[in-house]
């Protein structure tokens, strides 16, 4: 297609070109343009979760990756209100959980670690809540460590053996959700597929086993540049 | 056990979209869902079994250890406990021996906390194996016990505590209506069953939007959506096929209008379903009755009956020639955020109640992924008389932006709680004159999720554009401790309700709801009431459904309105306190090592 079968429309004074029905996270990023996003990934079903992305439009707040763009919209993206909102929700997420990066596989591979450097978090605002959340490593060759799951339900969504689902929600509110392994299904993985399911984590939540620190820290994705760089870095696709 | 379950599955052709039903099925049967059965589940719907779990642990009512054989859930909310609930608490745990939330021993009795019941008006009130029980007390728990000791049933055990029972034989009940002000649009006598829809199916189903449109009908849920106009956009989707669904979740703490509408008037409520469903072409009507209401089931499944019957249902409807339609009543299973539209949609497809992401919004994708108009139960019996009367008979009543009249449910300190058919425009004064409330201290209207106003505010009225409510308004007397009493409680309450997808919905109110805490506790310094206001304003911009939009307002609206309170909690001069315990925080590590606690103070 040409640019004339695209949409046209803004994002903070840039003009924009989507394919009708993209979402707003996905053709800012086609138009070298990053909108943080935690539980989006390109390809599955939006989550509309972590609630990151939001951009506002004609005054209204929506998420990026669950809203599709519409011919002439106006996206407002880096202002200082929402990116404001944004620090505040990740905040959220660190008090929330127990996040010890210096002793995480992911780190430096973490997005949530990287969106903090972006959004220049320090110290939260929020006390932090230290809840007691346990480790499941039945499975052969994954763990998951509930204390860093930020529940974004990529796993949920993406993950699959045999048509099922491998990972779900459990429970409900503020206290008492969880994502739990099917344990039957969890211990069938194969190598390749308990891979997968480390790296549609964002966080260090799904760890395959037996590999650790392969690549040493200071090399890793975002120690080098920050993240969302690498979109703002690349040429305009047509 | 398999062959029972694999029935009840057949049952319901192994659809996945009638999980709900297959649940409840088998929660009845054996007081909980049992791992073999989630097995046999997964096995045959073709799907895991955290895929089940995920639906089962979602709902209040399903839970995975038996829950007893006499399942008591005491309703936990404001109202009831400012109502007398601890006594009761108290009597359940003392004759049983056993705390809250757990089973006796011998499997007989569980006793369980439960959020709003929709019975503020007859607290302390319990639900037991989904028969409700009011104005309990002490005696009354004991009374209870004997006769679950003795294994009576449902009817001998009201029998026990209330020898009048009120309603038709299919609705045995304590329960009562309390229908204090009877309107114009409805609890009006001049209501004729199936006058309004032979009227309607005498005109085009476009004519009947249009009359619906101009009577400026909004949406009595909460949201205040023109009714004629989600039709109308509903008709605009063009689906072959199209669902109208009726929202009798009624989760909202302190609201009950819909309960006494579904006792006193469902035909009303089933006409002006079928009349939506000759307007936007839908051959099928749902229900959601909130599982708390399932102590109407039958009686509201006899109605349908007696309607088909009447040919008012069915085929052919009142002999116009194509116009099927027939209804069916899906139960929930204890969730709050199952009344936001999306929300009780994914529940009928046999899922998490958790709200979808919008657009595309219902009457475009919906029920199934086809266009549903999703109306409240007041709603859908306003229509009734907007096409008997007319738009503008309709119109006389109300205010410009407001027409109509509004089904008010009245709880907490006043003399007559219960249900008040209001014009719009009414005032908070005018209101507390009618119910006999005095030494007012605050009214909280649009339940936990509304506000919260002083008597400097109470000139206002109730209209969408004023105070707008789906219809609770709670009286709180001078003598409550508001933040307490109130503010916590509906903290707790959204914490527990949240469906937990969005982030700052699932973990921020929890932040809130600590730092509340702290300040009622003594420890809170000024900084923290306006820290407490900035957060508590997050959510509203942030979050995806209203439930975590307004989630925070118990805070906002005290801090806004009633800021004296904090103040008086909080220590003024101080910049920090602490309030750290350490012998507390040594405590388990002592009790570890076996040592006493060694604080030199
Ligand atoms: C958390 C939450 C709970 C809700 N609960 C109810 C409810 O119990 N009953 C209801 O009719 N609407 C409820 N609503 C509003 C519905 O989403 C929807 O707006 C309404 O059913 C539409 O019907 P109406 O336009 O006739 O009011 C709720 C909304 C939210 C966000
Ligand atoms: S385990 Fe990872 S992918 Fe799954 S919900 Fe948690 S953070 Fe997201
Ligand atoms: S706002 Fe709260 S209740 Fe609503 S979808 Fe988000 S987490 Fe669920
Ligand atoms: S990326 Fe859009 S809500 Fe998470």
Redesign the pocket.
């Given at each position: 297609m040409k640019k004339a079968e695209k949409i046209t429309f803004k994002i903070d004074e840039k003009t924009c070109y989507a394919w009708p029905g993209q979402s707003i996270v996905d053709a800012a990023r086609d138009n070298g343009i990053y909108i943080p996003s935690l539980c989006h990934v390109e390809g599955l079903k939006p989550a509309g979760s972590c609630r990151i992305c939001n951009v506002t439009v004609n005054g209204r707040n929506m998420t990026a990756c669950t809203a599709p763009v519409g011919e002439g919209m106006v996206v407002e993206n880096d202002t200082p209100e929402l990116n404001e909102l944004r620090k505040t929700i990740v905040e959220v997420l660190f008090v929330s959980g127990n996040h010890f990066c210096p002793s995480c596989e992911k780190s430096g591979n973490c997005e949530l670690q990287a969106v903090a450097y972006r959004y220049q978090m320090m110290v939260p605002q929020f006390p932090y809540e230290f809840p007691v959340k346990g480790v499941d490593a039945r499975p052969d060759l994954i763990l998951h460590d509930r204390n860093r799951c930020i529940m974004c339900k990529r796993c949920v969504r993406g993950i699959e053996k045999d048509g099922k689902a491998v990972f779900s929600f459990e429970g409900r509110g503020g206290e008492h959700l969880q994502i739990s392994m099917d344990i039957d299904l969890a211990s069938q993985l194969s190598e390749e597929e308990a891979f997968e399911a480390m790296e549609i984590c964002p966080v260090g939540a799904i760890l395959k086993k037996e590999r650790g620190f392969a690549i040493p820290i200071g090399e890793r994705k975002f120690d080098k540049a920050p993240i969302g760089s690498e979109i703002e870095n690349s040429v305009e696709q047509d | 056990m398999k062959e029972t379950i694999q029935n009840v599955i057949e049952k319901y052709n192994r659809d996945r979209n009638r999980l709900m039903d297959i649940l409840i099925a088998i929660q009845n049967m054996h007081q909980h869902i049992p791992e073999d059965a989630v097995s046999i589940i997964a096995d045959q719907l073709g799907i895991s079994k955290v895929d089940v779990k995920q639906t089962i642990t979602f709902y209040h009512f399903f839970t995975l250890t038996p829950v007893g054989e006499y399942a008591v859930y005491l309703n936990d909310s404001a109202v009831a406990n400012i109502k007398g609930r601890a006594e009761v608490v108290q009597a359940f745990e003392d004759e049983l021996g056993i705390p809250f939330n757990s089973v006796t021993t011998d499997g007989l009795i569980g006793i369980w906390d439960t959020a709003d019941i929709g019975m503020n008006d007859q607290e302390p009130a319990a639900l037991i194996n989904g028969t409700v029980f009011t104005n309990l007390t002490s005696e009354k728990v004991k009374s209870l016990i004997t006769g679950m000791r003795a294994g009576k049933d449902m009817l001998e055990l009201m029998r026990v505590i209330d020898a009048e029972l009120d309603g038709p034989e299919l609705l045995s009940t304590m329960v009562k209506n309390n229908i204090r002000q009877k309107g114009a649009v409805l609890f009006s006598d001049a209501y004729e069953v199936g006058y309004a829809l032979r009227q309607a199916i005498n005109r085009t189903p476009v004519e009947v939007v249009d009359e619906v449109k101009r009577s400026n009908l909004r949406?009595?849920?909460?949201?205040g959506?023109p009714?004629g106009l989600?039709w109308d956009f509903c008709r605009q989707s063009r689906g072959e096929e199209v669902y109208v669904v009726c929202?009798a979740?009624?989760?909202?703490p302190g609201t009950f209008k819909d309960r006494v509408i579904l006792t006193e008037l469902p035909k009303l409520l089933f006409e002006g379903m079928a009349i939506a469903g000759y307007a936007i072409g839908a051959k099928q009507g749902i229900v959601y009755l909130r599982y708390e209401y399932r102590y109407m089931l039958e009686y509201l499944e006899s109605i349908l009956q007696e309607l088909r019957e009447l040919n008012l249902l069915g085929k052919n409807i009142a002999g116009k020639a194509g116009f099927d339609f027939d209804i069916r009543i899906q139960l929930g299973a204890g969730a709050?955020?199952c009344?936001?539209?999306t929300a009780l949609i994914e529940s009928m497809e046999g899922k998490r109640g958790e709200p979808r992401n919008r657009p595309p919004f219902p009457v475009q994708t919906g029920y199934l992924n086809k266009p549903t108009v999703?109306?409240?139960?007041e709603?859908l019996c306003s229509v009734v008389q907007v096409i008997t009367e007319g738009a503008e008979w309709f119109k006389s009543f109300g205010t410009s932006d407001s027409s109509g009249t509004k089904l008010l449910s009245i709880s907490g300190d006043c003399k007559n709680p219960g249900i008040y058919a209001v014009e719009w425009g009414v005032t908070i004064q005018k209101l507390m004159r009618r119910t006999g409330a005095n030494n007012v201290q605050a009214v909280q209207i649009g339940g936990p999720s509304g506000i919260c106003i002083g008597p400097d505010q109470f000139d206002r009225g109730i209209a969408f554009e004023d105070l707008a409510t789906?219809g609770s308004v709670i009286f709180i007397s001078e003598e409550r401790d508001l933040l307490k009493d109130f503010v916590l409680n509906f903290m707790n309450f959204f914490i527990e309700e949240s469906c937990g997808s969005c982030g700052p919905c699932r973990s921020l109110n929890v932040i809130l709801r600590n730092k509340l805490l702290k300040i009622l506790d003594g420890n809170g310094v000024e900084q923290d009431i306006d820290e407490l206001y900035k957060w508590a304003g997050v959510g509203r911009s942030v979050n995806r459904?209203?439930?975590g939009q307004t989630a925070a307002n118990p805070i906002l609206t005290t801090i806004e309105n009633f800021r004296h309170l904090y103040e008086d909690l909080v220590q003024m001069n101080e910049s920090f306190v602490s309030a750290f315990d350490m012998e507390s925080a040594v405590a388990e590590s002592c009790e570890v090592v076996g040592r006493e606690p060694n604080l030199s103070r």
């Open positions: - | 949406g009595r849920g909460g949201a959506f009714a989600k929202n979740d009624e989760g909202e709050y955020v009344g936001e539209e999703v109306n409240n139960v709603t789906g459904c209203g439930l």
